[in-house]
């Protein structure tokens, strides 16, 4: 059953990823993750293989008894080969630590790969709203909703002092973790990136790639978040947030008019010879697509290249390791996913074009 809906989902994509929401020319998506423990349970990084098992045992039946989440997939990562656990990553339903982990764990997700909770990654709930472009407060009302769905059922370790109590300490008080997923090209190619990172971090805020914490930056793709939640309401957290990321959007904004104005026949040389690249390579490797497609949707918002955005964006996450083995129903080795993602490449770019 599991492998039936992920060999579904990968012809898809997902719903944060269609690029309809606000300012998705330059965000990607919004997403809000709580952190939650139960009470009476160890945190994950001390608890036994049984007392996971009744965790993951616990939350799969409260989450069945709720309205709001009884439609949920419900997955064991445990039990789920690597190449699978990798295409949930690739999806962002899970994270590398839960992927990494061992004992019983898994993950319950919506339809529309929204809404997902962890089971027993490094705290015993990990439960995240994702949302198109520019919606944060959006992402918040939802898992707020969630959030109080699962607190009716079941008892979260929690302080009146200290507030939710979780493994890391930086995750104290609210649990809270709002970010923003930017694509930043025109930014990173007039090498403006290290002075908004440095900017960031001053801020108290953290800088990721796409894949999140541990990642580094990859198709120009950065993700902004906050970085304590101790001591601070959920809504002055998603605040802090907006107050900062119209700011890097007007930012990216300026810097792809001045590379318009400035450097106007470099830069559509640049998107074309991607697009070239992208349109006839019989052998590409990751790192190269996640550049090229870069490039390509820079050159799209700017009217250079007449592709649908969405095209590209479904190729960012198919061109995936995972996603292409799960394509191909079977495990390929680096330099087979280098000539299948070229010809998946050549395909799909040359269909867009037809239409």
Same mark, same amino acid.
């Not at 994270?95 to 705290?123: K, Q, Y």
């Not at 809270?176 to 190619?189: D, E, I, K, Q």
């Given at each position: 059953?599991?492998?039936?809906?992920?060999?579904?989902?990968?012809?898809?994509?997902?719903?944060?990823?269609?690029?309809?929401?606000?300012?998705?020319?330059?965000?990607?998506?919004?997403?809000?993750?709580?952190?939650?423990?139960?009470?009476?349970?160890?945190?994950?990084?001390?608890?036994?293989?049984?007392?996971?098992?009744?965790?993951?045992?616990?939350?799969?039946?409260?989450?069945?008894?709720?309205?709001?989440?009884? =439609?949920?997939?419900? *997955? $064991? %990562?445990?039990? /789920?080969?690597?190449?699978?656990? #990798?295409?949930?990553?690739?999806?962002?339903? &899970?994270?590398?630590?839960?992927?990494?982990?061992?004992?019983?764990?898994?993950?319950?997700?919506?339809?529309?790969?929204?809404?997902?909770?962890?089971?027993?990654?490094?705290?015993?709930?990990?439960?995240?709203?994702?949302?198109?472009?520019?919606?944060?407060?959006?992402?918040?009302?939802?898992?707020?909703?969630?959030?109080?769905?699962?607190?009716?059922?079941?008892?979260?370790?929690?302080?009146?002092?200290?507030?939710?109590?979780?493994?890391?300490?930086?995750?104290?008080?609210?649990?809270?973790?709002?970010?923003?997923?930017?694509?930043?090209?025109?930014?990173?190619?007039?090498?403006?990136?290290?002075?908004?990172?440095?900017?960031? =971090?001053?801020?108290? *805020? $953290? %800088?990721?790639? /796409?894949?999140?914490?541990?990642? #580094?930056?990859?198709?120009?793709?950065?993700? &902004?978040?906050?970085?304590?939640?101790?001591?601070?309401?959920?809504?002055?957290?998603?605040?802090?947030?907006?107050?900062?990321?119209?700011?890097?959007?007007?930012?990216?904004?300026?810097?792809?008019?001045?590379?318009?104005?400035?450097?106007?026949?470099?830069?559509?040389?640049?998107?074309?010879?991607?697009?070239?690249?992208?349109?006839?390579?019989?052998?590409?490797?990751?790192?190269?697509?996640?550049?090229?497609?870069?490039?390509?949707?820079?050159?799209?918002?700017?009217?250079?290249?007449?592709?649908?955005?969405?095209?590209?964006?479904?190729?960012?996450?198919?061109?995936?390791?995972?996603?292409?083995?799960?394509?191909?129903?079977? =495990?390929?080795?680096?330099?087979?996913?280098?000539?299948?993602?070229?010809?998946?490449?050549?395909?799909?770019?040359?269909?867009?074009?037809?239409?």
């Amino acid at each position: 059953m599991a492998m039936d809906l992920l060999d579904q989902l990968c012809h898809t994509i997902c719903s944060w990823l269609q690029g309809t929401g606000p300012e998705s020319d330059i965000v990607i998506s919004s997403r809000v993750r709580l952190a939650r423990n139960l009470i009476r349970y160890p945190f994950t990084s001390r608890a036994t293989e049984q007392d996971k098992r009744e965790i993951f045992g616990f939350v799969r039946d409260r989450l069945r008894s709720l309205e709001l989440t009884r =439609e949920f997939h419900i *997955l $064991a %990562v445990d039990e /789920l080969p690597e190449t699978d656990r #990798q295409f949930l990553v690739e999806r962002q339903l &899970i994270s590398r630590e839960l992927h990494n982990g061992s004992g019983p764990r898994g993950v319950a997700f919506d339809s529309s790969e929204t809404a997902s909770l962890m089971i027993n990654e490094e705290d015993h709930l990990r439960l995240q709203v994702m949302q198109s472009g520019l919606a944060l407060r959006e992402a918040w009302d939802r898992a707020n909703a969630l959030d109080d769905a699962l607190d009716s059922v079941i008892d979260f370790a929690y302080h009146p002092e200290f507030g939710y109590l979780t493994a890391c300490p930086t995750n104290v008080g609210t649990g809270l973790r709002a970010s923003v997923m930017l694509h930043l090209p025109a930014l990173a190619m007039t090498k403006q990136m290290d002075k908004v990172v440095m900017a960031m =971090e001053k801020m108290g *805020l $953290a %800088v990721r790639g /796409l894949f999140g914490e541990g990642s #580094q930056p990859s198709g120009d793709f950065y993700q &902004i978040s906050n970085q304590v939640t101790l001591g601070r309401s959920e809504e002055d957290i998603i605040e802090e947030i907006y107050s900062v990321i119209p700011k890097l959007i007007q930012y990216e904004r300026r810097a792809r008019e001045a590379l318009l104005s400035e450097s106007r026949n470099e830069l559509q040389d640049s998107v074309s010879r991607s697009l070239g690249i992208l349109g006839s390579a019989h052998t590409i490797t990751s790192e190269e697509t996640m550049y090229h497609l870069s490039r390509v949707r820079l050159g799209i918002a700017l009217g250079l290249i007449d592709l649908p955005t969405q095209t590209v964006n479904k190729l960012f996450m198919q061109t995936q390791p995972a996603h292409l083995q799960k394509l191909q129903r079977q =495990e390929l080795s680096g330099q087979e996913r280098n000539i299948v993602r070229a010809a998946l490449l050549r395909q799909r770019l040359a269909s867009a074009n037809q239409n």
